[in-house]
């Protein structure tokens, strides 16, 4: 099975919630995971032949949360091509704001150009549709940990 690192983003806890939930789903079909809140580039270096699960949040100007900012910023300047990097995304948003999962979309966008290879879809989840995302994350989780 897959060694699964979790990288979080989150403002007021939500992804973090997600996170603590998608943990024990991957666990139960085998997978070894482990969560990263603040994550360093050097813990995210350790997943570079593995997979990295993105769970984050957007700012209301479309920006990181500050738990996955700084690791974004070196995963762009310091990491350059992943080729061997499988990974996911969930985007938390409120698509009453412009750049509704902005900052999911971003993460996405640089590891496809650094070559990464994206397991299943980006999920984005829109706050004002679902007020508790794990009733959406959780069988995303279950079916991307299916797919690894």
């Given at each position: 099975?897959?060694?699964?690192?979790?990288?979080?983003?989150?403002?007021?806890?939500?992804?973090?919630?997600?996170?603590?939930?998608?943990?024990?789903?991957?666990?139960?079909?085998?997978?070894?995971?482990?969560?990263?809140?603040?994550?360093?580039?050097?813990?995210?270096?350790?997943?570079?032949?593995?997979?990295?699960?993105?769970?984050t949040?957007?700012?209301?100007?479309?920006?990181?949360?500050?738990?996955?900012?700084?690791?974004?910023?070196?995963?762009?300047?310091?990491?350059?091509?992943?080729?061997?990097?499988?990974?996911?995304?969930?985007a938390?948003?409120?698509?009453?704001?412009?750049?509704?999962?902005?900052?999911?979309?971003?993460?996405?966008?640089?590891?496809?150009?650094?070559?990464?290879?994206?397991?299943?879809?980006?999920?984005?989840?829109?706050?004002?549709?679902?007020p508790?995302?794990?009733?959406?994350?959780?069988?995303?989780?279950e079916?991307?940990?299916?797919?690894?």
């Open positions: 099975m897959a060694k699964i690192g979790i990288f979080v983003g989150t403002v007021y806890g939500n992804a973090l919630l997600v996170a603590e939930e998608a943990e024990p789903v991957l666990q139960a079909q085998g997978h070894e995971v482990k969560v990263f809140e603040d994550a360093t580039l050097a813990q995210w270096q350790n997943y570079s032949r593995d997979v990295a699960l993105i769970i949040s957007t700012t209301g100007q479309g920006d990181f949360p500050d738990t996955i900012s700084a690791l974004f910023h070196d995963v762009k300047d310091k990491s350059g091509h992943q080729p061997d990097l499988r990974y996911g995304v969930i938390l948003g409120d698509s009453s704001y412009e750049n509704f999962c902005g900052a999911g979309k971003t993460f996405d966008a640089l590891l496809q150009e650094q070559g990464a290879q994206r397991v299943g879809d980006v999920l984005l989840v829109d706050a004002t549709e679902n508790e995302p794990e009733s959406v994350t959780s069988p995303w989780v079916n991307w940990g299916q797919l690894l």
